[in-house]
């Protein structure tokens, strides 16, 4: 999980925001900080409370999806990859969708970097049926919408496709074939654009809090996750 991250940050507080130390935040005022924070509209694309873009909005965000492709540093092997961007009440509900062709039981990654400085730890369960998935992943749809420390992971090993929704509420669609996935989009108003730029390929602040974490570790237990992690360095 990960291979996508673009995250530009130095550190996370206790209490709400961390961020790149460089850039269009750096010397803003605490009023003009909050203010910025407060915007939670742009057009007719609503944020969720996770992330804000730049101050001088170097990328303004919008809904869409554009392919990508990961390349495998060690193999050179090639995988095709959806990103897109959806606004705030469709999310939840795309990345549902998105589910469904993964099979009936898939494997979960849970992504936090609540407490990990630059680095996201990855929690792993294995073998869930995607019913009792959704069902618990809509109890805790607050986190998963509003957390900037939170990300989470769907994946199918034998098919080799993977769906995320990221800590940047980006969703992201790994594998092939990417048609199913395709069209879900689209039937969720999320089209083709060759153009879009997502929040993470400029500077953008992410959002969390303890309650968060709280949410989290509750998330964490509810999904029978014993701890046990590794460490992605992306």
């Known amino acids: 999980m990960g291979f996508l991250k673009r995250i530009l940050r130095s550190g ?19 009023d003009e900080l909050q203010t910025h924070m407060g915007i939670d509209s742009y057009g007719v694309f609503d944020l ?9 909005l170097q990328i303004v965000p919008k809904q869409g999806y554009r392919f990508d ?24 509900d795309l990345f549902l969708d998105l589910i469904e062709p993964l099979g009936t039981t898939v494997d979960v990654v849970l992504e936090t ?44 090993p034998t098919k080799r496709q993977e769906v995320q929704l990221d800590e940047h509420k980006l969703l992201i669609v790994y594998g092939d074939p990417l048609a199913e996935f395709e069209q879900t989009l689209i039937r969720g108003d999320v089209y083709p654009d060759d153009d879009i ?21 509750m998330l964490k237990n509810r999904l029978g996750m014993d701890g046990e992690s590794t460490q992605d360095s992306w």
Do not use: W
């Open 113 to 156: 970097s609540h407490h990990a400085g630059n680095d996201q730890e990855d929690l792993y369960r294995e073998h869930i049926d995607v019913p009792v998935l959704k069902s618990i992943l809509l109890d805790f749809e607050d986190l998963l919408l509003n957390d900037g420390c939170t990300g989470i992971a769907v994946i199918n």
């Open 69 to 92: 492709e990961y390349i495998d540093e060690a193999s050179g092997t090639r995988t095709p990859v959806i990103m897109a961007s959806a606004t705030r009440h469709a999310l939840l």
């Open 197 to 217: 730029q997502f929040v993470t390929e400029a500077e953008h602040v992410h959002s969390s809090s303890e309650r968060m974490f709280r949410q989290f570790s």
């Open 12 to 30: 996370v507080t206790d209490d709400a925001i961390k961020g790149n130390s460089h850039g269009s935040f750096e010397s803003l005022s605490d």
């Open 48 to 56: 969720t409370d996770a992330i804000r873009p730049s101050y001088d």
